[in-house]
């Protein structure tokens, strides 16, 4: 699985209010402001602080003077907490084989993703990579109007957690730090960067790096993510809170894991259920007898790759 991250823009943010009275929660919740010019019905608007745990995004379903009526209102609000109308809500990703290939708009959990206006890092998407896409666009969308930004216009991303054994959103989800705004992505990519050396270390002894599977072809598999997610969340937890937190769990947890497979009680499978490529062996004993000895000796006993 890669996650993709599609920061929010600051050219969709249009005209901006500001609450004047505290508001509950609730369906077709009355917003009073100061002024309610350049605001309409169907526009969508974020309520409280882009970036905070507290904003919500909503639909605007009636407008006054001085008010606006929203759909609905998850969370309660207080005076003087701003409004900022956005001309889309959504975000639609699309992926390709190649940077200049042709875009397909991924589908299942990938898009439209109503914009995460609560999340000061921009909208995630999750996309399972069984078409094999290693280049990825985002366009926004409005749901209202069916407008849409041209695809054209959008940078081409070979996403840096596609070649990587976790994103940098799973170790902050493992570590619950998804909505703490002082955790920037840099110091998470420290402990990330921590987590794969620790892995290649106990891996190089007995798989290939970069991994690769019986085609050929580069990939990370399933097992190899969770221990990368759980080292690294574990040292940032140990780091914080010490013996007291989850980390040493964590990290005793992957450690368990990757000394399982570095010891070949453990395999690695990748997506079509073959093995991952082993190591050159060219110096290494690999059965009883050796086999470059075997040319005119007795029959091969067991090979090292055998479980008894």
């Given at each position: 699985m890669k996650i993709l991250l599609a920061p929010t823009e600051d050219f969709i943010k249009l005209q901006k209010a500001q609450l004047t009275l505290d508001v509950a929660a609730g369906s077709s919740v009355v917003l009073t402001v100061i002024n309610a010019d350049g605001f309409k019905v169907n526009d969508f608007i974020v309520v409280g602080y882009e970036g905070s745990e507290l904003a919500e995004l909503c639909k605007i379903t009636a407008v006054g003077a001085t008010s606006m009526t929203v759909q609905t209102l998850v969370l309660g609000h207080k005076a003087d907490e701003p409004i900022t109308k956005y001309r889309f809500n959504q975000r639609k990703f699309y992926g390709a084989t190649s940077s200049t290939g042709s875009y397909t708009e991924l589908t299942g959990s990938g898009s439209p993703i109503t914009i995460q206006v609560g999340d000061p890092q921009g909208t995630y998407c999750e996309y399972i990579g069984i078409e094999g896409y290693t280049y990825f666009k985002s366009t926004y969308f409005n749901s209202q109007s069916s407008e849409e930004t041209a695809i054209g216009d959008a940078f081409a991303v070979q996403a840096d957690e596609s070649t990587r054994y976790t994103s940098l959103y799973s170790i902050k989800k493992q570590a619950g730090l998804t909505r703490n705004p002082f955790i920037n992505d840099g110091l998470v990519e420290t402990y990330r960067?921590?987590?794969?050396?620790?892995?290649?270390?106990?891996?190089?002894?007995?798989?290939?790096?970069?991994?690769?599977?019986?085609?050929?072809?580069?990939?990370?598999?399933?097992?190899?993510?969770?221990?990368?997610?759980?080292?690294?969340?574990?040292?940032?937890?140990?780091?914080?809170?010490?013996?007291?937190?989850?980390?040493?769990?964590?990290?005793?947890?992957?450690?368990?894991?990757?000394?399982?497979?570095?010891?070949?009680?453990?395999?690695?499978?990748?997506?079509?259920?073959?093995?991952?490529?082993?190591?050159?062996?060219?110096?290494?004993?690999q059965s009883y007898p050796d086999t470059t000895d075997n040319t005119n000796g007795p029959d091969r006993k067991f090979t090292m790759r055998q479980r008894f």
């Open positions: 960067k921590r987590a794969e050396n620790e892995i290649n270390s106990y891996l190089m002894t007995r798989y290939t790096l970069p991994l690769t599977n019986s085609t050929g072809g580069l990939e990370v598999p399933a097992i190899v993510e969770n221990c990368a997610t759980l080292l690294a969340a574990g040292y940032m937890d140990y780091q914080e809170f010490g013996k007291d937190g989850e980390g040493i769990k964590w990290l005793g947890e992957a450690r368990s894991i990757i000394n399982a497979i570095k010891n070949g009680t453990q395999r690695l499978i990748g997506l079509d259920y073959q093995e991952m490529a082993f190591v050159s062996s060219s110096n290494q004993v």
